[in-house]
């Protein structure tokens, strides 16, 4: 089993930026790839950015591409996603994943999930 926990949400007005960290406790996942959703209210969850198992493979959401960087410090179990330029729309509750050793960019492929952080950033 593997339990993550996000932190580092809160409220940043528009242009501002916001660190995300993901903890993961259980067992490790530095075999897995991860990755980072969101989901607005009342839309669906969507992917925002994933991670190879080694950091060596990324790839963002169209929306966060050049804006988001998703990293990873296998040593130490974390996963980061650094948020710059932050946009209204970009206004959600953000959730770590763990998967498989193959990155992924759909909810499927993602076995475990932390509870969420929320983002708001105000215009």
């Known amino acids: 089993q593997v339990q993550l926990v996000e932190s580092g949400g809160g409220l940043v007005q528009a242009g501002g930026s916001l660190r995300l960290s993901c903890a993961a406790s259980?067992?490790?996942?530095?075999?897995?790839?991860m990755g980072w959703f969101r989901q607005a209210p009342g839309k669906e969850r969507e992917f925002v950015a994933a991670?190879?198992?080694?950091?060596?493979?990324?790839t963002y959401a169209d929306s966060v591409k050049g804006r988001f960087t998703i990293s990873r410090d296998n040593a130490k179990n974390l996963v980061y996603l650094q948020m710059n330029s932050l946009k209204p729309e970009d206004t959600a509750v953000y959730y770590c994943?763990?998967?498989?050793?193959?990155?992924?960019?759909?909810?499927?492929?993602?076995?475990?999930w932390g509870q969420g952080t929320q983002v708001t950033v105000s215009s």
């Open positions: 994943a763990a998967g498989s050793s193959t990155i992924g960019l759909s909810r499927s492929e993602y076995g475990y």
């Open positions: 259980g067992r490790t996942v530095s075999g897995s790839a």
């Open positions: 991670i190879s198992w080694n950091g060596r493979i990324t």
